[in-house]
């Protein structure tokens, strides 16, 4: 008898292994439902920033996206 454990793939294995971000993802892999309180949280995050230091931390916010919607762009154009 064979019983075959499947890992999964190694982008997950690191994404798990990260601190926060593996927190969450796990907690969303749970229950999908998770996710609209991590986009709460960030957006409240980012309201706190705006508060304390200005128009700059909503432009530091949008920076840090441009790789994310670099890659989704690149997704959608590859059909994926």
Request: proline share 5%; no cysteine; charged share 10%.
């Amino acid at each position: 008898m064979n019983t075959k454990i499947e890992r999964p793939p190694l982008a997950m294995r690191i994404l798990f292994a990260t601190p926060i971000l593996g927190h969450i993802a796990r907690d969303i892999q749970k229950d999908i439902n998770s996710i609209y309180y991590a986009l709460v949280i960030l957006v409240t995050l980012v309201v706190l920033g705006v508060k304390a230091w200005g128009v700059v931390a909503l432009a530091m916010t949008a920076l840090a996206f441009v790789p994310v919607v670099l890659i989704t762009l690149i997704a959608i154009t590859l059909g994926k």
